[in-house]
């Protein structure tokens, strides 16, 4: 059985993730993203489940620096978790006692119209995770007021459900990843994504552009980009990648070969299967056979034989 260490505690939505990509796994549960992944790097544990990215929010920072930049881990699964909000407080909380809230960055973010309708002047604070903000709340003597939540957290914490459905759009979904210590990736199922980090070589004009042929002249439909700062000073990014296919295919893989070249460094992150399992797009010319039958091609010319 798998030991996978998530964003903790017990409640989170993370834990939720992992319960339906994993449910026979053994779950340890982290302080934050940063100490889930590095006990999959020590061994610690036989991998993660951390959030990637949110339809509201967006990028889940922490998690894609860390994948940037750590120790090399693969991402082997991924699943979309619809996310509902509560504001969960102790029995007995009534609304104008409700001054300090706390919960997770992107849980408050989701949640700023209900807030700002209904308790404009409570202080909203940031907490590492949504459950780990209600056990907090449900501390003896704790100084916040109400956390904003997964529903299942007021029963691990004994609070009471004050408000639910608070996020300011009821059909918000995370994009939960798994991640492994580097190791076979998983079979190509036709249904697959490939994520990448390229870091640019140098900084010219066109040096987005040319990467992004890579992709294009092979009929590689990208899924989601994303630019985040090197810290190097202003004007200093790398890109997160995320596109159809699997390494295995060969338009990916000359895609990522491509890319290679181009890149002062290109970290790849995993081909693995799609969570809405939609099929991969294969444009015309570029499936493996035509690949395989232009090598082929190819190869009768350099030899004479055309
Ligand atoms: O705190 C949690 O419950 C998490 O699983 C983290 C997280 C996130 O990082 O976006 C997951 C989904 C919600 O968007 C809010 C918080």
Avoid at 100 to 111: F, V
Avoid at 275 to 288: K, N, P
Wanted: overall charge negative; charged content about 25%.
């Amino acid at each position: 059985m798998p030991k996978l260490a998530y964003l903790g505690p017990q409640g989170t939505f993370c834990e939720a993730a992992l319960r339906r990509l994993a449910p026979d796994a053994e779950r340890l549960p982290a302080a934050n993203v940063g100490a889930a992944l590095h006990a999959a790097r020590t061994g610690e544990a036989d991998g993660a489940v951390v959030p990637l990215e949110n339809s509201v929010e967006g990028a889940i920072t922490q998690t894609l620096d860390e994948l940037a930049w750590g120790g090399p881990l693969l991402i082997t699964g991924e699943l979309l978790l619809p996310v509902e909000f509560s504001l969960l407080v102790r029995p007995g909380t009534e609304l104008p006692q409700i001054k300090r809230i706390i919960s997770h960055p992107a849980a408050i973010t989701q949640c700023r119209g209900y807030l700002e309708r209904e308790m404009p002047d409570a202080l909203v604070m940031a907490w590492p995770s949504t459950a780990g903000a209600a056990q907090e709340v449900a501390a003896p003597g704790s100084p916040y007021d109400a956390a904003i939540s997964p529903a299942i957290a007021a029963e691990y914490y004994g609070l009471d459900e004050f408000a639910s459905g608070i996020g300011d759009r009821s059909d918000t979904v995370t994009r939960f990843v798994r991640v492994s210590p580097p190791g076979p990736l998983p079979e190509p199922t036709g249904a697959d994504r490939t994520s990448l980090v390229a870091f640019l070589r140098d900084d010219h004009p066109g040096a987005l552009l040319e990467m992004l042929s890579e992709f294009s002249v092979r009929g590689v439909n990208l899924t989601r980009i994303e630019s985040r700062p090197t810290g190097d000073g202003i004007g200093r990014y790398f890109f997160h990648f995320d596109c159809e296919g699997h390494v295995a295919d060969a338009r990916v893989g000359e895609a990522i070969s491509g890319l290679r070249r181009l890149c002062a460094d290109l970290r790849f992150l995993g081909s693995y299967p799609r969570a809405d399992r939609v099929a991969t797009q294969i444009r015309a010319g570029t499936a493996d056979d035509d690949f395989t039958e232009a090598a082929g091609w190819l190869e009768r010319i350099r030899n004479g034989q055309a």
